[in-house]
Nanobody, 123 residues
Framework: VQLQASGGGLVQAGGSLRLSCAASARTFSNYVMGWFRQAPGKEREFVAGVSRAGINTYYADSVKGRFTISRDNAKNTVYLQMNSLTPEDTAVYYC?????????????????WGQGTQVTVSS
């Protein structure tokens, strides 16, 4: 599975961005999808995950209420809508695919990773 993330950029605090991640797999709906991020000098951390059919979602506490993950299985794409951005959200954002059955927050649970897209929030 190849994953291509896009949509990052520079935004002012309080602004919004929508990230997209396009997958090459014809069996995209078989994968739990997740978004992670990694800030300079920090470990990669879970941001949000969505179940195979898009019914269930799970968020890190730090983004709950501000970010929304969704997917369109017909387009093989997962999205991350990010609102009320703060400088603490600055990081490289990665999408990932998991062949497992449940949304996992553990980096090691995911089998395929995209290349990352930079999000920079200025104060």
């Amino acid at each position: 599975v190849q994953l291509q993330a896009s949509g990052g950029g520079l935004v002012q605090a309080g602004g919004s961005l929508r990230l997209s991640c396009a997958a090459s797999a014809r069996t995209f709906s078989n994968y739990v999808m997740g978004w992670f991020r990694q800030a300079p000098g920090k470990e990669r951390e879970f941001v949000a995950g969505v179940s195979r059919a898009g019914i269930n979602t799970y968020y890190a506490d730090s983004v709950k209420g501000r970010f929304t993950i969704s997917r369109d299985n017909a387009k093989n794409t997962v999205y991350l809508q990010m609102n009320s951005l703060t400088p603490e959200d600055t990081a490289v954002y990665y999408c990932a695919a998991d062949r497992g059955d449940f949304i996992m927050a553990d980096v090691t649970s995911y089998d395929y990773w995209g290349q990352g897209t930079q999000v920079t929030v200025s104060s």
